[in-house]
């Protein structure tokens, strides 16, 4: 399928699955006056299109009569694209590159949300370089995102990226006296702590350190041999 395929399927599929309420809610957010961008998590060009995402962008651009910002790129990681094992995504986060406008406003988009740790990583990535990230937005989320929200309006207009409260006590309780060694692992490894980690994340974490401690194992010490895996050359 060649690019212009895969945009007019893209199209299809969103006039398809898309409820336009998502751009009244994403309007709430929306700061009149101030410069304000659509970005998505494009790869390369040459490498991957991404059409879903690009398509979804350029009509919430169309809506709110803004610019998708195609300055900035993911940075493909092979291993990390094919593989949709949790541990294998979180230990290689995605890595971007591009120009960022200091003090400009951006809206995220992508096409599915599974674990959050592409939105996370460019929300990091716009804010690092001066920018703010005002809402994000998928046109759709995984079974486990959406497994506790019963209610229709809750799965299609909202679910958490950042941990709740509740996330953070169950990883806390999860780690136990080994949640410091484990933060210093993701510190060392990922660049980042258990403290940066997404909802789905922190709930991955969580249920691997349950069943590592009930294998009489240590938990740090299993995270940061899947770390080193999952970046090994044969994998």
């Given at each position: 399928m060649d690019e212009q395929e895969a945009i007019r399927a893209a199209r299809q599929i969103i006039d398809e699955i898309?409820?336009?309420?998502?751009?009244?809610?994403?309007?709430?957010?929306?700061?009149?006056?101030?410069?304000?961008?659509?970005?998505a998590p494009i790869k390369i060009p040459g490498v991957n299109t991404n059409a879903l995402s690009m398509?979804?962008?350029?009509?919430?651009?169309n809506i709110?009569?803004?610019?998708?910002?195609?300055?900035v790129f993911q940075i493909t990681?092979?291993?990390?694209?094919?593989k949709i094992d949790p541990m294998l995504r979180l230990a290689l986060p995605p890595v971007f590159a591009g120009e960022i406008e200091a003090g400009a406003d951006y809206i995220l988009i992508d096409d599915v949300f599974t674990t959050g740790?592409?939105?996370?990583?460019?929300?990091?990535?716009?804010?690092?370089?001066?920018g703010n990230v005002?809402?994000?937005?998928?046109?759709?989320?995984?079974?486990?995102?959406?497994?506790?929200?019963?209610?229709?309006d809750k799965r299609q207009m909202g679910v958490a990226l950042a941990p709740t409260n509740a996330r953070v006590r169950d990883l806390r309780n999860a780690l136990g006296d080994e949640y410091h060694a484990v933060d210093s692992?993701?510190?060392?490894?990922?660049?980042?702590?258990?403290?940066?980690?997404?909802?789905?994340?922190?709930?991955?974490?969580?249920?691997?350190?349950?069943?590592?401690?009930t294998c009489g194992e240590s938990v740090s010490d299993w995270f940061a041999g899947k770390i080193l895996a999952a970046r090994s050359p044969e994998i």
């Open positions: 898309h409820d336009e309420r998502i751009f009244d809610l994403i309007g709430e957010y929306v700061r009149f006056g101030r410069t304000t961008k659509v970005l398509v979804y962008a350029q009509a919430t651009a709110f009569g803004y610019e998708v910002e195609d300055r990681s092979e291993k990390r694209d094919r740790g592409t939105l996370a990583g460019l929300r990091g990535y716009v804010h690092r370089h001066g005002i809402v994000c937005s998928t046109l759709a989320a995984g079974t486990r995102v959406t497994r506790e929200a019963t209610r229709y692992v993701f510190c060392e490894g990922l660049k980042y702590g258990l403290q940066q980690l997404t909802e789905q994340e922190a709930r991955f974490v969580s249920n691997q350190a349950r069943t590592i401690r």
